[in-house]
């Protein structure tokens, strides 16, 4: 089942937070985050596996509450090159398969 | 290494003609994967396999799709009897992974863009 992604989309000006939450109905296993540029491959940021874990990269960082089902992903002091399109995928079960959510749209302006 | 590749990047083709698309995957990585993306939404799983073995295929996936690797190498995705609606861009992704537990990071190519008139 899809995850679901909230907000769908958000402008930010460089040097502001975001959080970008992803949920699912089903239990998880395993939930990662990509980024997509325009034209461009989703490119890996961070995977969580269940343990309730929070993993940090430079300025992002993301939380997963297994009991909740449910992530985030922090980004905080954006820059421009924050811009695009961040999808969860979550994979519940096995490791092999992720389903991913419709996206936030992330905005970077001056 | 080059990543993920995929060929071609673009295809226009009319309703009714068969497609086909190849995807060149980490050489290292025994997983693959064929996902479709169109405008606004994630990525879709169509279909995976674990060196040369399809071990999944989606219910959404009509008989007209089929998907290939032999020697667990590069794969080939073709559609054949194209419609309208297959117009998408179609991803190719691999990654190196055991068993059902542990980590399966999964590396994009840039995909290929089916446009069908």
């Known amino acids: 089942q899809q995850p679901v992604q909230s907000p769908q989309a958000v402008i930010l000006r460089e040097g502001e937070d975001a959080v970008i939450n992803c949920s699912s109905s089903?239990?998880?296993?395993?939930v990662h985050w990509y980024r997509q540029k325009h034209g461009e491959a989703p490119v890996f940021l961070m995977i969580l596996l269940k343990g309730g874990e929070q993993k940090g990269h430079d300025k992002i960082s993301a939380s997963f509450n297994e009991k909740k089902q449910q992530s985030s992903l922090y980004l905080t002091a954006s820059q421009l090159s924050y811009s695009g399109t961040y999808f969860c995928g979550s994979s519940g079960g096995s490791n092999y398969k992720l389903t991913f959510g419709k996206g936030t749209l992330l905005t970077v302006n001056p | 290494d080059t990543g993920v590749s995929q060929d071609p990047r673009h295809k226009i083709t009319k309703r009714g003609q068969n497609v086909t698309f190849r995807c060149d995957p980490i050489?290292?990585?025994?997983?693959l994967y064929w996902y479709r993306q169109t405008l606004g939404q994630g990525p879709e799983f169509l279909t995976y396999f674990q060196n040369e073995a399809q071990l999944e295929k989606s219910r959404l996936l009509s008989d007209r799709f089929s998907a290939e690797r032999p020697k667990g190498s590069f794969s080939t995705l073709e559609i054949q009897r194209t419609e309208q609606g297959d117009s998408a861009m179609y991803l190719c992704?691999?990654?190196?992974?055991?068993?059902?537990?542990?980590?399966?990071?999964?590396?994009f190519g840039a995909g290929s863009r089916l446009t069908v008139l």
């Open positions: 050489s290292e990585h025994n997983r």
């Open positions: 089903k239990a998880l296993y395993s």
């Open positions: 992704a691999s990654s190196l992974g055991w068993g059902d537990s542990g980590a399966n990071v999964l590396t």
